[in-house]
């Protein structure tokens, strides 16, 4: 039973290669990709308080991975919902497409529970080899490839950053000789101040950079945003952040709570992230490209929680990546519906967006308020209890610069609001929306409100279950192999 959502997804992944092999069933895919989410979505709620060991101490099950499953399920379930037309995706690759994204989902579900390194690194590879096999499949157009450059600056930064993670992953091994994150946790106290424990640890966080897109690992962000289709590029913003969070949470749990070194490390990265995303994104007319620079920013702001390097910091930044997940989410859904044909959404295109289709105008105004930091939203939320989290431990300047870059945020996003609610439409014709269109509107709203007016659940929950990362594993019985040696 503790390990039910993982089946249920990989049963679906099955039944998807078994969809694929035959021809024109994009629909019975779509379907298949929507049952296996919201299947997994049902399991991982009635998961949601089991305890195991598994795979001789590789992989648990607890509250912390327990809770990240939930929320990205419900995230699958959201992207299955958004990824319903598909018009800039052929028809003999669709059900290939919904293969894919099922399967990097599940390595993510996979990526939260693992506490060893070798288990946790395919994981990691699990989730992100559909995602480079997604960006280019994208309908070609006459004289326009960048769906294939966008793929190759994604594949090439992701296998640079990856190296750089192994490496480090190589010297914490060094110095611990075991792999367990719960045993090196112990072992590394003792040498956590020395300089090669502290390279190790920073090469390690490179590979969760590259997936939040902090600086200096964001230069493929905007390129694959806008070279991606519109589902693709919905997808890479939001599920892949969640679980880099959480690996994340892991690895800083590595460091001492005293260590000034790698939390002076986290809070340059943070204010770098946060100053070049809100800066580059002013500038910005392609919606993606700008939702791209938002999101290096917003990694930024994910990584205040990290400087504390205590719990309650950590619970600041898992709650605020979630919040992200529904209110990029909620952007998403709003390009992919006024994009005529798939193609990239100007700004401009935005124009009249109130009068052409209004709840996608609210959709998008709460997607963007949200972002912004505006009250009652998550976004507001989110970023309190992270700066609260901050200021408690004494990092006063890193919290006017997070206010600052909020301050810079709110032009760029009120530009957005500005154009879909104060333009023209002119001849822009309605926008017409299906039932399942809908229904992720309503749910994203409703998230995005909930989330923000009583996140006391949400964050209680979270903040339970950050002992668990520390939590040594339980003492197992030696293996049958070794019992019969003993007692023959």
């Not at 379907?31 to 598994?54: D, K, M, N, R, S």
């Not at 090196?184 to 390690?204: C, E, N, R, Y």
Request: aromatic share 10%; proline share 5%; charged share 10%.
């Amino acid at each position: 039973m503790a390990f039910l959502p993982e089946l249920i997804l990989l049963a679906g992944a099955l039944a998807l290669f078994v969809i694929c092999l035959g021809e024109s069933r994009a629909g019975q895919a779509r379907l298949a990709a929507l049952a296996t989410a919201l299947a997994t979505t049902v399991a991982c709620a009635f998961c949601l308080g089991q305890e195991a060991v598994l795979f001789d101490g590789a992989y648990r099950v607890d509250l912390f991975s327990q809770a990240l499953k939930l929320v990205l399920a419900c995230g699958f379930t959201l992207v299955a919902l958004l990824s319903g037309q598909l018009t800039d995706i052929l028809d003999e690759i669709k059900p290939e497409y919904f293969l894919l994204l099922t399967i990097s989902v599940s390595g993510l579900l996979m990526l939260v529970s693992c506490v060893d390194i070798i288990t946790l690194v395919v994981a990691l590879e699990l989730s992100s080899f559909p995602l480079y096999l997604l960006v280019p499949m994208r309908r070609e157009r006459e004289g326009q490839r960048v769906q294939m450059e966008s793929a190759i600056k994604y594949i090439m930064f992701g296998v640079a950053a990856n190296g750089i993670m192994f490496f480090g992953m190589s010297y914490l091994y060094g110095l611990t000789g075991t792999t367990s994150l719960p045993q090196m946790m112990v072992k590394l106290q003792p040498v956590i101040h020395s300089p090669l424990a502290i390279t190790g640890l920073a090469m390690t966080f490179c590979g969760l950079y590259y997936k939040l897109a902090v600086f200096p690992f964001h230069f493929w962000t905007p390129d694959v945003y806008q070279g991606a289709s519109n589902e693709t590029a919905g997808l890479i913003a939001s599920l892949p952040k969640v679980g880099a969070v959480a690996v994340l949470v892991r690895f800083v749990s590595l460091a001492s709570p005293d260590n000034q070194t790698i939390a002076n490390l986290l809070a340059c990265l943070a204010a770098a992230s946060m100053f070049y995303g809100n800066l580059i994104a002013l500038v910005q007319k392609d919606l993606k490209r700008l939702l791209g620079f938002s999101g290096i920013a917003h990694a930024g702001y994910a990584l205040i929680g990290f400087v504390t390097l205590d719990g309650t910091g950590y619970a600041a930044a898992l709650y605020y990546i979630v919040g992200y997940l529904f209110m990029v989410l909620a952007c998403f859904v709003v390009i992919c519906k006024v994009s005529r044909d798939g193609v990239n959404v100007s700004m401009e295109e935005l124009a009249g967006l109130h009068r052409r289709s209004p709840l996608l105008a609210l959709t998008l105004l709460v997607g963007i308020f949200a972002l912004a930091g505006i009250p009652p939203f998550v976004g507001f939320m989110g970023k309190l209890t992270l700066l609260s989290a901050a200021l408690a431990k004494g990092y006063l300047a890193l919290v006017i610069i997070a206010v600052v870059n909020a301050a810079i945020a709110i032009y760029y996003y009120l530009c957005v609001v500005r154009e879909a609610c104060f333009r023209d439409a002119g001849d822009q014709p309605p926008i017409r929306l299906d039932w399942p269109t809908r229904a992720l509107c309503v749910l994203l709203i409703t998230g995005i409100l909930a989330l923000g007016i009583v996140p006391g659940r949400v964050i209680n929950t979270l903040s339970a279950s950050i002992p668990c990362v520390s939590q040594p594993l339980p003492q197992t019985p030696p293996p049958l192999t070794a019992a019969l040696k003993q007692n023959p």
